[in-house]
């Protein structure tokens, strides 16, 4: 097993500051902890305890995502044809992470 990495991609920029698309990449080790990479005109770079721990900052209810970009390496979850971090983002949501959330049409 290997550290698997990532990009933030936001939908909605729910606070004006970070722009929306990708907003961040990452990489999540082996024991679970991850470091993060904000882009913009004021890059930063952060270690959290866990992906989750992100997402519960930073996800603003779905209108940011993880995209994994090492999925030819990674395993689906038995019986879906799911990788694990979009399988919690579906459970979290009820949207796969591919897709941008649905916008209500007047």
Do not use: K
Request: charged share 15%; net charge negative.
């Amino acid at each position: 097993m290997r550290p698997q990495t990532f990009e933030l991609v936001r939908y909605t920029d729910i606070s004006g500051v970070s722009g929306t698309g990708v907003v961040a990449e990452g990489c999540v080790f082996t024991d679970g902890s991850v470091a993060l990479r904000w882009h913009g005109a004021n890059p930063s770079t952060a270690v959290w305890p866990d992906l989750d721990s992100i997402l519960a900052v930073h996800g603003h209810g779905g209108a940011t995502v993880v995209r994994w970009l090492d999925v030819s390496e990674m395993e689906p979850v038995p019986g879906t044809d799911l990788l694990p971090g979009e399988l919690t983002h579906l459970l979290a949501t009820g949207r796969r992470s591919h897709q941008p959330p649905a916008v209500a049409s007047a």
